[in-house]
Every structure is written in C-alpha cells, then in structure tokens.
C-alpha cells in the first residue's frame, strides 16, 4: 500500500516527537512556516499535540505557534485585488501601472500563504508614510497643523519652565475612564472573563493615583510595578460584555538639560539600572546591530552625546510605519533596523538596542499618548545618565516631527526634535517601565501582545481573547 504524503509526514512527526521535547517541532513548523506553508506548519503542530506525554509547558508551547498561524493571517489579510480596491479609495488619481510598479518595488509589506500572496492590512496607510510624493494625493487630507504647534507651544513653556534643579514642572490632574467590551460571539453567556487593563504606575512624575470606579475590580498591581495593571473578573453576557476603570492620577512634564560643565558621566553600579544594559527579548546585540551601532557613534566616549547621535540617526533614517503585532515578529529592533521603518515601539527597541549596545542603560517606557488632537498608545524610552538619572527621550515623536511636521518651519521642527531627547510633555499616561513583563496575576494562557501592555489582555477559559474580539476606549478630561 503506498501512503500519501501528508500522511507520512503526520507518521514521521509523531515517531519524532515521542523521543523529543517541543522544541525541535516548533523549529520544524516554523521552518514550514517561513516557507509560507501554513496549512503544514498547522499539520505538524497538530500532530505534535496529539502526543498524550506532553507536559504543560510543551503543551502551551505549542498551542501558542498554532496561534500564531492566525495571528499572522489577520496581520497580511488584503488580497492584491483588495489592496488596489483601497487604494483607490486613499489615493487620487492613482493607475493600475503606478500600483504595478510599487507591488515590484516592495512599496508593500506581503507574505505567501499557502501559494497566495497576502498584504499588510496597514499597506495603505503606510504608502502616505513612506511616499511623501503620495501624501498630497490624499483623498481625505489630514491635517495635523493645529496640534504640531500646540506641541510646539507646550514644549517652550516646558523649557521656560524647568531649570537644572526642578526638571518636573506644569503638573495636571487627570480624571480617566478606560473601557474595554467584549464582543457579543466572543464568549459563551455564562462563561468567567479574566481582564487586565492598564492604570499609571508611580513615578517622580506621575502620582496620585486614585480608584474612582470598577466594574469588578479584582486586584490592584503594586504601584511600582513595571508593568501596572487592574485585574478585573466579570460574567459574560449574551450583548457582549463590558470592563470599566475610572481614575484620577497626576502627571507632570519634564525637561532635563545637559550642559557639559554640569555632567559627570560615569558608569553606575546600581543593579537596578545595570539590568538594564544586558540583553533581553527583542534587545539582540546582533552583528548587525553591533556594526550599526558603531557606525552611528564611532569614537565618541560621552554617553550624553552616544545616546543624542543614536536618537539624530533614527530620527532621520528610521520612517514611521504602522506595525504587524509585535508577538508575530521574532526580534522587533533588528526588524526595525533592517527595514528602515517602524512604529513607536519598533523605533523605541531599536534606539534601546544601540543604547545597551554602547553600554548606556536603557529602558522601555510605555501608555497613552494623551496630547489634545492626538490620543493614542504611545511607546518611548528612557535612559540612565548621570547626575540625572532616568531620563526620557521620545524616539519616535522627535523623529515624526522632523520628518512629518511640514507646518512648522525646518527651524522649530529641528527645536521640537531637540526638546524630545530629554523632556516629555505632560500629557501621559504610563503603566510600562518595561518590556515584555509578566501581569500580576499572571495570565493563564499566552498573552495578545507579549511585548507591550496598552490594550489590555483578555482570557476566559483556557482560551486567549485576541484582540479581534474585544475594542478598547480610553477617555480622559483635566480635573485641574
């Protein structure tokens, strides 16, 4: 009897894995993977999972690389015909040549899934970023002047309000309301939803926070945790199901200066901070990177001026671009390195790389964006520079100011720029003083964003929720 292929291959990997850990399967289903063969990667993972053996770990493992199958077929899901069909609803004018010739030139990201060419679900949005010939093409223009010169207004006052002794200035009070609803197919009626939505973390800064409302308020993370958060438990309804924090916290801005004379750079010896100059998911000292890094600050000793090279280099070669999910991306600064663009958080790895790289302590600073007209979830970075200490340098807006800001003149552009390496506006929210940190409680299935935590993260079950099956508000007024 002669057996069919797959079958043999489902055999193989059976006999194969009762001898061996998880490992060598999940190595195998992504090698499969990265071929664009995502119904074999499936098959082998299946297959894998069928062995009664498995610990839990290996179990969990591998259920998560069948996820994430999904999760990279939500991120590239327009067909090329799709593609065009928004494009001409974005882009005047456009022709089937012009669109030919960017499909060839790589204008947009794609991935081959079993045998079909699938493109980013962002492909539109990141043409206006990436071309700026495109971007007065625009069907429905944008208009970010008004804000741009509010920041830009904001950022003077900030400096005029700051001296060498007294950096945190201009405080607010907000009063925020975070809501996050289930959908209504999502979860079976009657089912326990596990939530965790992110609240301020204390900070020299940032303070004062307060619990106003719960829908169903479980625990509170501890004030200083790196990654802060409500955990919250509701019955899921048959109209979906809703979670709701409301809060009041205070938040300042912040303006360091670096006048030579002044600064005594030196290396610290404190192991909170030295942490922060290893290696970590995503913080990969690759060759590449070691080489870049190089490039960028060459012979230069000062870590001042090292982390302000790092930061000019980005702002000028790195182009935003929304992202694919973080936790479809294997190592997300040499992603952002290798493809010469990225959003907040690709930028703010990348800038933390080159900083360790070059032995200046770095770390991940994350929440919500809340400056009026440009609401978001907002990624940055701070680092570790003597006399100062923890000093925070926004990457990305520096750098989407310079390249992005045309109402302001090339002079206040380049002013703005300067004020994001060392100061940050008032109009933050942050939960995040690092990366890829574990919630408390900690999830029982695997996480959404295993990188980030602005969203929230969702679960009943044994069952993630993905965050195609939940939406997300954050709402917030100045109390005083």
Avoid at 28 to 51: C, H, I, M, P, Y
Avoid at 92 to 110: H, M, P, Q, V, Y
Avoid at 299 to 326: C, F, H, T
């Amino acid at each position: 009897m002669r057996f069919p292929g797959w079958f043999i291959c489902v055999l193989t990997v059976l006999v194969f894995f009762s001898a061996q850990a998880a490992e060598p399967v999940v190595s195998k289903a992504r090698a499969v993977r990265e071929r664009g063969d995502f119904k074999q990667a499936a098959t082998v993972l299946n297959s894998a999972l069928a062995n009664k053996n498995l610990s839990e770990a290996e179990r969990k493992q591998l259920s998560y690389e069948i996820d994430l199958l999904e999760r990279i077929r939500k991120d590239f899901s327009l067909t090329k015909e799709q593609l065009f069909s928004r494009l001409e609803k974005a882009v005047r004018d456009i022709t089937t040549a012009e669109f030919e010739g960017w499909l060839k030139e790589g204008r947009f990201e794609n991935r081959t899934i079993d045998g079909t060419t699938y493109y980013s679900g962002t492909s539109v949005s990141n043409l206006f970023w990436r071309e700026s010939g495109v971007e007065t093409r625009r069907i429905f223009p944008r208009d970010k002047s008004a804000q741009h010169r509010a920041m830009l207004e904001n950022a003077r006052l900030i400096k005029q309000s700051a001296t060498w002794n007294k950096p945190y200035v201009l405080p607010h009070e907000l009063e925020v309301t975070m809501t996050v609803t289930v959908k209504s197919n999502a979860v079976p009626p009657g089912e326990t939803i596990r939530a965790w939505l992110p609240v301020p973390r204390e900070y020299p800064f940032q303070d004062g926070f307060k619990l106003l409302e719960s829908s169903s308020l479980r625990h509170l993370a501890d004030e200083s945790s790196s990654i802060r958060s409500a955990y919250l438990e509701q019955t899921s309804g048959s109209n979906g199901t809703k979670f709701q924090i409301k809060y009041l916290y205070s938040t300042h801005a912040i303006r360091f200066e670096f006048p030579p004379a002044k600064m005594t750079p030196k290396k610290t010896t404190d192991k909170s901070v030295k942490q922060f100059i290893r290696e970590a998911p995503h913080v990969v000292f690759t060759p590449a990177i070691r080489k870049l890094s190089k490039e960028i600050v060459g012979q230069e000793k000062d870590p001042v001026r090292k982390a302000r090279m790092i930061y000019d280099w980005i702002g000028r070669n790195i182009q935003y671009s929304y992202a694919l999910e973080y936790s479809t991306i294997p190592n997300i600064s040499q992603y952002c390195a290798s493809k010469g663009y990225g959003d907040c958080g690709q930028q703010a790895l990348l800038f933390i790389t080159l900083c360790r790289e070059q032995g200046i302590p770095a770390r991940w600073q994350s929440g919500w964006f809340l400056f009026p007209g440009g609401k978001n979830i907002h990624d940055w970075t701070e680092i570790y520079l003597e006399p100062h200490g923890w000093v925070p340098v926004d990457v990305e807006v520096g750098g989407a100011i310079l390249q992005y800001a045309t109402s302001l003149t090339l002079e206040e552009r380049k002013e703005l720029h300067d004020f994001y390496f060392g100061g940050l506006d008032q109009y933050r929210m942050i939960a995040n003083s690092d990366h890829s940190q574990t919630l408390n409680p900690p999830k029982q299935t695997f996480r959404s964003d295993d990188v980030d935590f602005q969203r929230g993260e969702l679960e009943w079950g044994n069952q993630n929720l993905y965050f195609d099956k939940y939406s997300y508000d954050l709402q917030w007024r100045k109390v005083k």
